[in-house]
């Protein structure tokens, strides 16, 4: 797409995927069972753990959108929806650069209409 800088995109990318993987690599989720904790401060623990690791999958998730979209970049294939091949707006690739899918298709998948490739 003629309206896309795909270095900048690219850029982008790769910081914000240099961001992630710093986050993914400093999350500790390890517990100390050293001493044994009263009920109140173990379950404050496991739901501080349970939030971590949620917030983990996100990034990873991620991730592998980031790393999608890097390889669609290498592939000629960046800014165009994977489900009907049409032009992605340049301002929801600005918005979300990882971004699969048209604004209409990802409708679509949220709504259930359209499983995701």
């Known amino acids: 797409m ?6 900048a995109v690219k850029n ?9 993987l710093s986050k993914l690599s400093s999350n500790d989720l390890s517990v100390d069972d ?20 949620a917030v983990s999958e996100n990034e990873s998730r991620q991730l592998f959108l980031i790393n ?12 165009s929806c ?3 091949e049409t032009p992605i707006n340049p301002k929801r690739l600005d918005a979300v650069p990882w971004a699969r ?16 490739e």
């Open 2 to 7: 003629s309206e896309i800088n795909t270095t």
């Open 12 to 20: 982008r990318l790769i910081a914000e995927r240099e961001i992630i």
């Open 34 to 53: 050293a001493e044994t904790p009263d009920p109140v401060d173990l379950a404050v623990r496991n739901y501080s753990k349970n939030v971590m690791l």
């Open 68 to 79: 999608e979209s890097l390889e669609r970049i290498e592939g000629d294939e960046y800014g």
């Open 82 to 84: 994977q489900n009907c």
């Open 101 to 116: 899918y048209c604004l209409k298709c990802q409708e679509l998948l949220e709504q259930g209409l359209l499983e995701e």
